[in-house]
T-cell receptor, first 114, second 110 residues
Framework: DSGVTQTPKHLITATGQRVTLRCSPR?????VYWYQQSLDQGLQFLIQ???????AKGNILERFSAQQFPDLHSELNLSSLELGDSALYFC?????????????FGQGTRLTVV | DAKTTQPPSMDCAEGRAANLPCNHS???????VYWYRQIHSQGPQYIIH???NNETNEMASLIITEDRKSSTLILPHATLRDTAVYYC???????????FGAGTRLTVKP
């Protein structure tokens, strides 16, 4: 158990809909990272938050948005869903943004768009 | 472009050492090198990291060349449960570059 909690574990929704994925980082971790992993593909970095502020942005679509709340949990919002958005979405957290801290990953949310 | 390159796949016999290479010739002097692995579709798991000295923990050893242009992750006695995709990344001093490449798919064979 990494200490990072993602909910829900599974989500099935229709095209055009909007969903929210939630991530609770490990206690004390200030940084949160989001990743998308399509079937048999690599981990695509989406976005990073540090203590409530966006720190780095990767290949995140405009239909996707994220935020980190004062209690440090984070949400990834996916809207106007398409079939190609079906993927595993992982969240990771680390203590802080400096270079000597490892990240811990949750078990992911499997999103299926039908 | 990713700052690290790894071979796409490797095989290893069960019980033997698995040596996974990673090239990171463009990283700066204060950037750590991290290794993670992902077993099937589980969340990636942290293995080890280092800056310039060799490191060892209960999971693996990390050998970093003196010029820091490459490193090798060593699993001393590979088991079937070590079959996974192994990722080497250099996230930058502020961990602002947590991009993962394609990694190396290690298959441990009986």
């Amino acid at each position: 158990d990494s200490g990072v909690t993602q909910t829900p574990k599974h989500l099935i929704t229709a095209t055009g809909q909007r969903v929210t994925l939630r991530c609770s980082p490990r206690s004390g971790d200030l940084s949160v990272y989001w990743y998308q992993q399509s079937l048999d593909q690599g981990l695509q970095f989406l976005i990073q938050y540090y203590n409530g502020e966006e720190r780095a942005k990767g290949n995140i679509l405009e239909r996707f948005s994220a935020q980190q709340f004062p209690d440090l949990h984070s949400e990834l919002n996916l809207s106007s869903l398409e079939l190609g958005d079906s993927a595993l979405y992982f969240c990771a957290s680390s203590v802080h943004g400096a270079g000597n801290t490892e990240a811990f990953f949750g078990q992911g949310t499997r999103l299926t768009v039908v | 472009d990713a700052k690290t390159t790894q071979p796409p796949s490797m095989d290893c016999a069960e019980g033997r050492a698995a040596n996974l290479p990673c090239n990171h010739s463009t990283i700066s002097g204060n950037e750590y090198v991290y290794w993670y692995r992902q077993i099937h579709s589980q969340g990636p798991q942290y293995i080890i990291h280092g800056l310039k000295n060799n490191e060892t923990n209960e999971m693996a050893s990390l050998i970093i060349t003196e010029d820091r242009k490459s490193s090798t992750l060593i699993l001393p006695h590979a088991t079937l449960r070590d079959t996974a995709v192994y990722y080497c990344i250099a996230p930058g001093y502020n961990n602002n570059d947590m991009r993962f490449g394609a990694g190396t798919r290690l298959t441990v064979k009986p």
